[in-house]
């Protein structure tokens, strides 16, 4: 960040009175710019046995699968956002959303959120972000093909609860991958 939103002076990072760490302050109108955290909203849909999973057709990760999830939007609940990426990446209609894993990903500035939710029919396609979509049994997910460990993460602790039949909300903070990019989502 370089300008101010308010007046477009330049920024400077500086520690405001009060605060405890860095922020950006226009010194020409005094306003502090807070950078928060980006919440990501998706759902793991269950049909029967299986488990709607999407091939990406954008970066980061481009061609590897993942669960239905994307940036949450203003105005939006958690809810509407994970029911909204659902529809737009796999075409894939939900109901009865049940909070499932938060994830805390500091090492990106996310906070990855997934709904357990039942598709209200088996009929699902790839949208605009979508290269393919598939209903898969456990046998079948493609572990060494996941894009995100917030998914791969996700879709472990389902297995595991689905034997129990129990499924406690998990809330985790990940640590970044060996070879960590800050720009890309984890």
Request: aromatic residues 6%; proline residues 8%.
């Amino acid at each position: 960040m370089k300008f101010c939103s308010e007046c477009g002076a330049h920024l400077n990072l500086k520690i405001p009175p009060g605060e405890d760490r860095l922020r950006h302050v226009c010194e020409r109108c005094g306003t502090i710019h807070y950078q928060n955290p980006k919440i990501i909203a998706g759902c793991l849909p269950e049909w029967e046995d299986r488990i709607l999973l999407c091939r990406r057709a954008i970066e980061p990760r481009r061609g590897l699968w993942t669960l239905p999830a994307g940036f949450m939007e203003l105005g939006e609940t958690l809810e509407q956002a994970a029911l909204r990426e659902t529809l737009e990446e796999a075409r894939a209609r939900v109901k009865s959303l049940e909070l499932y894993t938060v994830f805390s990903l500091p090492h990106v500035d996310q906070v990855h959120v997934f709904f357990r939710a039942r598709m209200t029919e088996p009929r699902h396609a790839p949208g605009e972000e979508s290269l393919e979509t598939t209903l898969l049994p456990e046998k079948e997910i493609p572990w060494r093909e996941l894009a995100f460990s917030t998914v791969k993460r996700t879709l472990e602790a389902y297995l595991a609860d689905r034997k129990s039949g129990n499924f406690p909300v998990r809330v985790e903070t990940l640590k970044p991958p060996a070879k960590h990019k800050k720009s890309a989502v984890s």
